[in-house]
């Protein structure tokens, strides 16, 4: 693809994720914050953010460093930035995680550092954003990944800026009677606008450039593809206007029901778009990563089934949180871990192989990785978290503690074959490097970033 990189830093990001994912779940098997703790108590808040920003936040940061540049065929924007946000945002996550462990009275609290974390992290995402989003513009015409990408950046921005206002008044620095009115309900949108609203917009348009890309499929725009696209747009504007609503006073709950069933709506029709990708495909021998993401796609849909079934029943307040954990590890964290199966062995591939292919034997892609093995752990992971999200619903806080440790097991085991396939420890021996060039570093740079 014309202009495209490798990012330098991309496996830093990933590498920092998958430390705050296995940390988030060692909290929760130890019993540390939800569901031993309301999930707004601040234990519970560590291992949320732990969870959301640490790798979620990261992971989405890194892959969007990388593919990008494919999705705007040029060269990243600033692409200087991308180590000073990645520091940014691991200064303020542990900053941010020091100031609720202070208010958890598990750690002494520092009231400042509730404010300069958030303002680290505003930094930093704002850096990100600038990056994708000024590659993105200078790219025409614009194409449906583009466009999905650029949509996502909107409500990164007002999670963020949400999230610096959360800071401060929790801080104590500013006793706003406004502010304080304002946030009081707004948490629910909060996680809205990021879990939905930049993550899984984002992983929309990624995915169907990667999609067809693995597949072989041909890229075309559907209507129901532009469809998703003004779902999108009315969920997160009915989002939005609930946060206002909140802040004069009207407070009212349907503005995000109303914004769920509308993300529903667009995450059926997107269920619908990835099959005819499926069906379309040139390629008829189907890739682990991608068996992984149509696994993740079907349990989005299911969110939002279990979503609607606990409006008609009745139960909504007692199912928000096994949905909003199946949402998180089932569909975001099950499609992250999917791709990144694939994208470390094959961005290795390029980083080691690319400068010498023509003039000597080169192994495939998956040659870099052993799938059956990893089809395993991925097999575990998704029946753990299916799983958890059961216990959660019946209120077995202790079964579902001995799930998680299954979860973070599969976690484990899948960060192994990534480290593995670093190493090209699973390459055939007639196209192992010189130990001079594979001895690269695992997560640093190694490569200057040229166009390979």
């Known amino acids: 693809m014309p202009g495209a990189t490798l990012s330098p830093w991309t496996m830093s990001y990933f590498a920092t994720a998958l430390v705050c994912l296995v940390a988030g779940l060692a909290l929760t098997i130890s019993g540390f914050g939800y569901p031993s703790a309301p999930i707004d108590d601040p234990a519970s808040l560590v291992i949320v953010h732990l969870i959301a920003i640490g790798w979620l936040g990261l992971l989405f940061a890194g892959s969007l460093l990388q593919f990008v540049p494919v999705i705007a065929s040029r060269q990243l924007l600033s692409p200087h930035l991308a180590l000073p946000a990645l520091l940014m945002t691991m200064v303020g996550l542990l900053l941010l995680l020091t100031g609720f462990l202070g208010l958890a009275d598990i750690v002494p609290l520092w009231t400042w550092t509730l404010p300069v974390s958030g303002l680290l992290l505003t930094l930093a ?205 089932g569909w975001l964290t099950g499609l992250g871990l999917g791709q990144l199966h694939k994208i470390v062995a094959f961005m290795t591939w390029l980083e080691f192989y690319g400068p010498v292919l023509g003039r000597t034997v080169v192994p495939r892609v998956q040659d870099l990785v052993n799938e059956r093995r990893a089809s395993a752990w991925f097999w575990l992971y998704f029946t753990a978290t299916a799983t958890a999200t059961a216990v959660l619903i019946l209120d077995m806080p202790d079964m579902f503690r001995a799930v998680t440790l299954a979860q973070l097991a599969a976690v484990c085991a899948l960060a192994f074959e990534f480290i593995q396939a670093r190493r090209l420890a699973m390459v055939p021996a007639a196209t192992v490097l010189p130990s001079a060039v594979a001895a690269r570093r695992l997560i640093l740079p190694s490569f200057n970033g040229r166009s390979r």
Do not use: Q
């Open 125 to 329: 995402f704002a850096g990100l954003c600038w990056m994708v989003a000024g590659t993105l513009a200078a790219a025409r015409p614009y194409s449906l990944p583009a466009k999905f990408v650029a949509l996502g950046c909107v409500p990164l921005i007002a999670t963020v800026l949400v999230g610096l206002l959360f800071a401060l008044s929790l801080s104590g620095l500013t006793d706003d009677p406004h502010l304080a009115k304002l946030l009081l309900s707004a948490g629910p949108a909060h996680a809205y606008l990021g879990l939905f609203g930049w993550m899984t917009i984002t992983a929309i348009g990624v995915s169907y450039r990667l999609l067809t890309m693995f597949l072989l499929s041909p890229e075309r725009t559907r209507r129901t593809s532009r469809a998703i696209g003004w779902l999108v747009v009315a969920a997160l504007a009915t989002a939005s206007s609930g946060i206002f609503l909140d802040g004069t006073g009207l407070t009212a709950d349907w503005p995000l029901h109303l914004a769920i069933a509308l993300s529903g709506l667009a995450a059926l029709l997107y269920a619908i778009d990835v099959h005819l990708i499926f069906r379309e495909r040139k390629r008829k021998s189907v890739e682990l990563n991608v068996m992984a993401s149509l696994v993740a796609v079907g349990m989005l849909v299911f969110c939002f089934v279990l979503f609607a079934v606990s409006i008609v029943i009745g139960n909504l307040p007692e199912m928000v949180m096994p949905v909003a954990y199946l949402f998180t590890f």
